[in-house]
């Protein structure tokens, strides 16, 4: 079977063959100087496993497998708080921010790109198993779009909003029987700031807030005081967040701003979180979802009331209790209220790696040392990795974290 | 430095001249060598003595059996659950170490400790091999977690313990050599130890990160604890007689 | 009626010419190698014995008391046995005619199916259930008579009450004695030792069992006797010259089968689809496997209806990549697996023998080999220890204290 996958590889990858990328010629050298490592192989042509076309907006199937460079103002600009720690440290060791190109991404992308942005927003749902790619598809998407100059609103893991130990849950100042979470509030305003540095300057509000008696805020105050408001007075931070939510769909249209809604693991706005560290009121009763205003707020930026924007979102098992996560499919992790506020939807599935995205992986840590061990660097043992990882993207990164 | 260097001189005559007493017996023109006989089992082994350990090892499964090797005709031990072919999942050193480590049979969270461990060292030592600049420096750095675990652990392996003799109603310390399944039982019982001593807040694996790198550069709370013991071997060297 | 059992050489060796010369006097119908005395030609009451005609002397030869009771002893043991005989002939017959079978050529097997079938019994342990035997197979053997008519021992080393057994070791001592005394002349000649002679190859057999050295020495010996037995033997048999003494050392080992003859590959069937397929069963602990192998396949594994997945942890994947692994089969064939009762670390060690039976079936018989060698086709027998009473667990105490 496996010299018919191989050649497939190499039919979609002839043409980078002969691009020889200077990375490439540096990893032999590193290999070699290793006492206790093997003899570094001789480059084959199934070891390709990167692509010289670093800009996401290029990007077509023939790319999926393969790995692109990110450079790093991204990963510290729209890509801030949004990587896994464990793959920002491994992009920091390896001091170069690789990323696979998913087929899932590629698709994704060119159904953005192809909407019609006057018909109310189209939501997108990426589904997969745990440790399948859902939030790396997320950042190649914002990525891409990013460079089109899109305003992106993205909540890097919305399970951080329905837990935690000791955190602070003031009632809501706006709405009797509802919940803000200052610091959370606060921490988004900062990272929506980050994200779009540069963006924000036409946005001005449409309407007066009246935060206290003395505090204010009139028509035309541009976003970014609003913003500076509700990091400095954190009490009204989920206010804010709000306001400036409620400002992007009303002015998105006439501004003409686009608008992309990123939503990591959006079963948390709709499912109750039962677990020790879920979220309680004074009165030690758990909260809903729904009573948070941070999740309020931003359920109805993934309602179709508004134009020129797009919601992509994840579902993530880790976000429903313990013994809901018999399934990954979002009609059973969403349950029936999440999936009627979000019908219809495009549902995308992450599938795991296939055999040449998983061997893409092996190679690609081997060309950064990351596979010390010398039997792993043989075909042998890449088969035995593949087959222990059961192709899972995470899992292969853990096994691969040992050898 | 010196001083412990002079130790150990003196420390390995102790040990020529142990040795001589245990082989003094055996002076023939040829050694008998007795075979395994069957009371020299474990007495609460659930295989029956005829059991002989299986190969685990690629290489040697590959080779043909000489004529008179029992293997052929006895039957063989079914390896262990964390035993593997493959030497990408199996070191002996480490699952001894793990095992040691292990608390009431929580294997799955020693292993994950393993593999932070190794992560670890190759996260510190890949991120310094990138840095050096010149081709020397970066040979001088060594990558491989399993060599930098084992060097570790062979520089904490003492070459003499005491055992505690009692003659005459008193009790002495003397000095004898370490056998090589003793050293390395005590280099990761030290290097275990002294993880353990240490700040509890933090993760076991950064704590045995740092004591191993410290151990691959003869540093460490473990490495001194060996020369301690080396210290007291010295001290009582005029016992040496009464093993 | 004479017993069938051989003299053992060793028997009487220094009186040997007393031993014959009384032989012909007193038994002469029976020739030597007989173990019983007969009574029939003991004529019992009488004082003396007269000569044969080749005896030149007619003195005749007094009995000493111990002699006549030992005489008489034997005639009422062959008595006993001559009836003993009798009826087990007139039960046969019985038997025979209750089957409705020729009593003539009614066999020793014919007698036990019969039992078994007329009086079928419950009973544990097989010597509890009724049998019908040859009275020579159920009594024990006795020896011969071990002195002389005036009472002296035939035997030098009578008085260590177990003359055959010393007789063995004094032997083997001597043997090693001789094969010493030969090196000494090779290594002062300084001759190769291992060019004189081949190691001894001592795998292909092992040493008799306890039973079977009492059996040869017909004498009442112990455990540690035998212990004694077989390190002196061993001592033998590791000298670099044993080869000289082989025939010796061989008449004390029984041969051994060649482990790999005994191997059985499951047969390789075909399903309605037209797949082969072969399948084994395998346990481990407490729990049960029933595996499916299908060649030619692509790698998949589904176990309990559910990919690889079924094992979250790393280590059981790898357990079961053992015997795929050494049988090269990775990803050529696809594994489907029932697993049932116990954890898992139980489930995954009965697939894995369960697996490696079935994937006998493919392989040549080199692989097969190397399969056994590596322990896969070893059922694990270790289980869990059993609480005892009057203490916590298995070996732990209950916490002592003095008052």
Not at chain 1, 63 to 88: A, F, R, S
Not at chain 2, 121 to 143: D, F, G, P, V, Y
Not at chain 3, 156 to 173: E, H, M, R
């Amino acid at each position: 079977m496996e010299p018919v996958v191989l050649r497939n590889i190499v039919s979609r990858t002839l043409s980078f063959k002969f691009k020889k990328s200077p990375l490439q010629g540096f990893s032999k050298c590193k290999a070699r100087c290793l006492s206790t490592s093997a003899q570094p192989q001789p480059e084959k042509i199934n070891n390709v496993c990167r692509t010289h076309e670093n800009d996401p907006r290029n990007h077509t199937l023939d790319h999926v497998g393969l790995y692109y460079t990110i450079p790093v103002e991204e990963i510290n600009g729209v890509l801030k708080n949004c990587v896994h720690p464990w793959h920002l440290r491994l992009m920091n060791t390896f001091n170069e921010y690789g990323m696979m190109v998913r087929k899932p991404a590629v698709e994704l992308n060119g159904y953005i790109q192809n909407v019609n942005l006057n018909h109310p927003i189209p939501r997108f749902v990426l589904y997969g198993r745990t440790g399948a790619g859902k939030a790396s598809i997320l950042l190649h998407t914002m990525q891409r779009f990013h460079r089109d100059g899109w305003l992106i609103l993205s909540v890097p893991w919305a399970g951080r909003w329905v837990r935690g130990w000791y955190k602070e849950v003031s009632e809501s100042t706006y709405k009797a029987g509802r919940y803000d979470l200052p610091t959370d509030g606060a921490e988004w305003l900062a990272h929506f700031k980050h994200q779009n540095e540069g963006k924000l300057a036409n946005l001005k509000t449409t309407s007066e807030y009246i935060w206290t008696k003395r505090e204010n805020a009139a028509v035309g105050t541009p976003i970014e005081e609003i913003i500076n408001f509700g990091q400095t007075r954190i009490k009204f931070s989920s206010d804010c967040v709000g306001v400036i939510l409620k400002e992007i769909r009303n002015q998105a249209q006439t501004l003409g701003l686009k608008v992309l809604v990123v939503v990591n693991a959006v079963n948390a706005f709709y499912t109750q979180w039962n677990q020790l560290n879920a979220l309680k009121n004074s009165g030690k009763k758990k909260l809903h979802p729904s009573e948070i205003s941070l999740i309020h707020n931003f359920k109805k930026m993934l309602t179709p009331t508004w134009t020129n924007g797009v919601a992509v979102c994840t579902v993530e098992e880790a976000c429903n209790n313990l013994n809901e996560r018999e399934n990954y499919t979002p009609l059973y992790l969403l349950k029936q209220e999440g999936f009627e506020a979000l019908d219809p939807f495009v549902p995308i599935l992450v599938p795991e790696y296939t055999e040449k995205e998983a061997l893409s992986t092996i190679n690609y840590y081997i060309e950064h040392n990351w596979i010390q061990n010398a039997h792993g660097r043989t075909e042998e043992g890449k088969k035995e990795i593949i087959f222990v990882s059961n192709n899972n993207p995470f899992k292969l990164y853990q096994v691969c974290t040992s050898l | 430095m010196a001083t412990s260097l002079s130790s150990v001189q003196k420390a390995s005559k102790i040990i020529l001249f142990a040795r001589q007493l245990f082989y003094l017996k055996s002076c023939s023109h040829t050694a008998f060598k007795l075979q395994p006989c069957f009371f020299q089992v474990s007495p609460m082994s659930q295989y029956s003595p005829i059991f002989l350990d299986p190969i685990i090892d690629k290489d040697e499964l590959k080779k043909e059996l000489p004529e008179n090797d029992l293997r052929r005709h006895r039957p063989l031990k079914a390896p262990n659950t964390d035993c593997s072919i493959s030497p990408l999942f199996y070191d002996p050193t480490v699952q001894k170490f793990t095992n040691i480590m292990m608390k009431s049979g929580n294997k799955e969270r020693v292993r994950l400790i393993m593999r932070k461990l190794f992560e670890n060292l190759k996260h510190m030592q890949i991120a310094r091999w990138n840095q050096a600049t010149t081709l020397e420096e970066k040979s001088a750095i060594e990558c491989d977690p399993l060599v930098l675990f084992k060097t570790a652990i062979d520089n904490c392996k003492p070459l003499l313990l005491t055992q505690r003799i009692v003659k005459g109603g008193i009790a002495y310390r003397v000095p004898v050599c370490a056998r090589p399944k003793e050293q390395t039982f005590r280099a990761m019982k030290w290097i275990l130890e002294s993880c353990r001593d240490k700040e509890r807040r933090i993760p076991m694996e950064d704590k045995l990160t740092l004591e191993l790198m410290d151990a691959y550069n003869h540093q460490g709370k473990a490495m001194r604890k060996k020369q301690e013991v080396h210290k007291i071997c010295e001290s009582n060297r005029a016992y040496a007689h009464l093993r | 009626m004479a017993l069938s059992s051989p003299l053992p050489t060793f028997f009487c060796r220094p009186n040997r010419q007393l031993y014959s010369r009384l032989c012909l006097t007193i038994f002469p119908a029976l020739n030597r190698k007989v173990t019983t005395i007969s009574s029939d030609l003991v004529n019992g009451g009488n004082q003396s014995v007269t000569k044969s005609d080749n005896q030149p002397s007619a003195k005749a030869i007094t009995i000493s008391r111990s002699m006549k009771a030992y005489m008489e002893k034997v005639k009422k043991h062959d008595e006993l046995m001559k009836t003993e005989v009798a009826d087990y002939e007139i039960g046969k017959r019985h038997l025979a005619n209750i089957m409705g079978a020729d009593p003539d050529t009614f066999t020793q097997e014919d007698v036990d199916r019969a039992i078994e079938y007329l009086l079928p019994n419950g009973l544990f342990d097989k010597k509890a259930r009724p049998m019908l035997k040859n009275p020579y197979e159920i009594y024990p053997k006795r020896k011969a008579a071990e002195f002389t008519f005036e009472g002296r021992p035939f035997h030098w080393l009578y008085f260590t009450t177990s003359p055959n057994y010393y007789n063995i070791l004094y032997d083997i001592t001597w043997k090693l004695e001789g094969l010493k005394t030969l090196e000494d002349q090779l290594y002062n000649a300084k001759k190769d030792i291992s060019s004189e002679s081949k190691p001894l190859n001592i795998a292909s057999s092992e040493w008799i069992t306890f039973d079977q050295l009492k059996n040869k020495v017909l004498e009442k010996i112990q455990e540690k006797d035998y212990q004694h037995f077989i390190v002196m033997m061993e001592r033998l048999a590791s000298h670099p010259l044993a080869s000289k003494e082989e025939e010796f050392i061989m008449q004390y080992r029984n041969k051994l089968h060649l482990a790999s003859a005994a191997l059985i590959a499951p047969p390789v069937e075909t399903d309605a689809d037209g797949r082969s397929f072969s399948w084994a069963e395998g346990r481990r602990k407490d729990s049960w496997a029933q595996v499916k192998v299908y060649k030619p396949g692509t790698g998949q594994v589904t176990i309990n209806e559910k990919d690889l997945s079924y094992f979250s942890n790393l280590l059981y994947r790898e357990t079961l990549l053992f015997p795929l692994s050494v049988t090269g089969l990775l990803g050529q064939v696809d594994i489907v697996a029932d697993a049932k009762y116990g954890g898992p670390t139980g489930q995954a060690g009965a697939i894995r023998f369960a697996l490696s039976q079935a994937l006998c079936a493919f392989v040549s018989d080199d692989i097969k080999e190397q399969l056994r060698l590596s322990g896969m086709l070893t059922r694990d027998p270790r289980k869990r220890e059993r609480k005892k009473p009057g203490q916590e667990g298995a070996r732990k105490k209950f916490t002592w204290k003095k008052r």
